[in-house]
């Protein structure tokens, strides 16, 4: 059954990151004059951003800054409480995130644990920071998580072993510095993985309980700009136009789901990614098929863009049919192998998984539809379809 079309909601809409989206603008930091405290903390990763000069270009710029160049992928509450302490030590007092989402996460809770006290795990939840947090400029060097205007650090939890998320409208960046050219040095792998996150997040805002106007023209572009460029990107890694408009579309992204949250995509691929370190735009997109073929049930009119510009057929009666064959047209063109199996799941836990999923209502907080633990489970299931 579909549900209504929420146009005569009220909404409010919270972006208070100022943007700066500029080719070479690393290049030219001096002259943006950024100055947001005496002593900057730079949260980074161990390689990328040695091997690309970012790191060297804001040490130029600011070279009393600390450095903690020690962030893994899926980064965890000891990295954090790490960053938290050194940070603490060195009285700096702003935080530079330079690289993809785990560096830019690990600042935010950086920023936060520097002006409260105790551990990263005690503020997994909403709004607990309560003294406000150090300023961060935020500098992505993928095009993928928009963590840049996000209020959301996305944490694994050894202790549980789950990527569990703190949401503070406090830990907005106050600077997103966009320079595209930074991406120039991401593999394929990278550079499909993460274009897929920034479509899943897109994809996911669209069809959130929490979804509003604003989030669904921008969530609606960035589909469409992905749907044009990651193929060419794919194909043309120097293509600079191409990662000019990925790192755009994957900013939309950032800015739609910090309205509306992300549904029950996220909540599957985490599975994936922390069972069988499946990269987590790769584990998202393998559950788009099963998820939309579902969704589009509850919002046909608005998911038939997807259908439309992927040139497929809308069959009004099955437009679950339509979607699917559009995905798939879009992942062949990508070349992306979309089990998950070719990733190297294996299908012998995927029960264990789907109770557990089934059990933690707040993964199905922004989801349209009920969800049985079976329901849930043939999902799983479908993500190892062709
Ligand atoms: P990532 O984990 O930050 O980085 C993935 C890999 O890319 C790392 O090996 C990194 O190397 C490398 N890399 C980064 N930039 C590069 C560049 N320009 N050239 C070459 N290699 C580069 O990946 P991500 O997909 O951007 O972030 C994923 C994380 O963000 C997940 O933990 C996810 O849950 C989280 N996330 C957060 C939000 C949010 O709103 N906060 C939204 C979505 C996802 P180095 O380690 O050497 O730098």
Not at 32 to 46: A, D, E, H, R, W
Not at 176 to 185: G, I, K, N, Q, R
Request: hydrophobic letters at 40%.
């Amino acid at each position: 059954m579909s549900v209504k079309s929420n146009y005569l909601q009220e909404f409010q809409y919270l972006m208070p990151t100022k943007i700066i989206f500029k080719p070479g603008a690393l290049s030219e930091l001096s002259t943006l004059k950024i100055q947001m405290g005496k002593k900057p903390f730079v949260v980074t990763g161990k390689y990328s951003s040695k091997m690309n000069g970012a790191l060297e270009k804001v040490m130029e710029v600011f070279p009393n800054a600390v450095v903690f160049d020690d962030v893994e992928e899926n980064p965890s509450t000891e990295t954090c409480d790490r960053a938290g302490q050194l940070c603490r030590d060195s009285q700096c007092d702003w935080l530079i995130g330079i690289g993809g989402g785990s560096p830019l996460d690990v600042s935010k809770v950086v920023a936060g644990l520097a002006t409260n006290e105790g551990k990263c795990e005690h503020y997994f939840g909403r709004d607990l920071f309560y003294n406000p947090p150090l300023p961060i400029l935020a500098i992505p060097t993928t095009a993928g998580t928009g963590s840049e205007v996000t209020p959301y650090a996305v944490i694994t939890n050894t202790r549980s072993n789950t990527k569990q998320t703190i949401a503070d409208s406090k830990i907005f960046p106050e600077i997103a510095l966009l320079d595209p050219t930074l991406t120039l040095t991401l593999p394929h792998r990278i550079t499909l993985s993460t274009g897929l996150d920034a479509l899943s997040q897109s994809m996911e805002g669209l069809v959130s309980k929490k979804a509003n106007p604003v989030s669904d023209c921008l969530a609606q572009e960035s589909c469409k700009l992905i749907f044009k460029w990651l193929p060419k990107v794919l194909a043309q890694p120097n293509d600079m136009e191409g990662r000019y408009w990925l790192l755009y579309a994957s900013l939309l992204s950032g800015i739609v789901i910090a309205q509306t949250g992300t549904t029950l995509v996220h909540a599957l691929g985490y599975y994936y990614t922390l069972n069988y370190n499946v990269p987590h735009g790769i584990a998202n997109a393998l559950f788009l098929i099963p998820m939309f073929k579902r969704n589009i049930v509850f919002l046909p009119e608005k998911l038939r863009f997807i259908i439309d510009f992927l040139e497929e057929e809308y069959d009004r009666e099955h437009p679950e049919m339509s979607i699917k064959k559009a995905l798939l047209r879009f992942f062949k063109n990508i070349d992306f192998p979309h089990t998950a199996d070719s990733w190297g799941v294996l299908d012998n836990q995927l029960k264990l998984f789907a109770k557990h999923l089934s059990s933690d209502s707040y993964r199905f907080r922004n989801q349209y539809g009920e969800f049985s633990m079976d329901e849930i489970y043939s999902i799983f299931r479908e993500s190892f379809e062709t």
